[in-house]
């Protein structure tokens, strides 16, 4: 807010004081182009900062995402394993369990390309 504050008193100032509305104090910019001037260069650098600071942000947060794909891959792939081996022990210590399409679904690994796939015809599907 020291930013805004500022902002709020330097422009301030300018405009009183260039209305004649300060005593002792010349008119300098009587049509407010100077000012005018200064505010436009600057919001040309404020927003060129923020485009800058975007792009760093979305970067970072880019590769946090990617981060978090490896992530998630690495436990699908060790939780396929899991099950995997919770099925062979309980089939070689003969307990009866249900076994079904699911669980051979879940002893599959999984391919992220074909995720990957799937969303973008999902995605596609809902666009048109």
Same mark, same amino acid.
């Given at each position: 807010? @020291? =930013?805004?504050y500022l902002h709020?008193?330097? =422009?301030?100032?300018w405009i009183v004081?260039?209305?004649?509305?300060?005593?002792?104090?010349? +008119?300098?910019? +009587?049509? =407010?182009?100077?000012?005018?001037? #200064?505010?436009?260069?600057?919001? #040309?650098?404020?927003?060129? =900062?923020? %485009? #800058?600071?975007?792009?760093?942000?979305?970067?970072?947060?880019? /590769?946090? @995402?990617?981060?978090?794909?490896?992530?998630?891959?690495?436990?699908?792939?060790?939780?396929?394993?899991?099950?995997?081996?919770?099925?062979? #022990?309980?089939?070689? %210590?003969? %307990?009866?369990?249900?076994?079904?399409?699911?669980?051979?679904?879940? /002893?599959?690994?999984?391919?992220?390309?074909?995720? %990957?796939?799937?969303?973008?015809?999902?995605?596609? /599907?809902?666009?048109?």
């Open positions: 807010m @020291a =930013f805004v709020l008193a330097v =422009f301030g100032f004081a260039n209305l004649g509305l300060v005593p002792g104090v010349p +008119e300098w910019d +009587e049509s =407010f182009v100077v000012l005018a001037m #200064i505010a436009s260069v600057e919001a #040309i650098f404020l927003s060129t =900062f923020v %485009l #800058i600071s975007q792009n760093r942000m979305a970067a970072a947060a880019d /590769k946090r @995402a990617d981060l978090d794909l490896q992530i998630n891959l690495l436990s699908e792939h060790e939780l396929t394993k899991v099950v995997a081996m919770v099925s062979a #022990i309980s089939e070689h %210590l003969g %307990l009866h369990h249900v076994t079904g399409e699911e669980v051979e679904e879940l /002893k599959r690994n999984v391919a992220p390309e074909a995720v %990957l796939d799937a969303i973008e015809t999902s995605i596609e /599907k809902q666009a048109s």
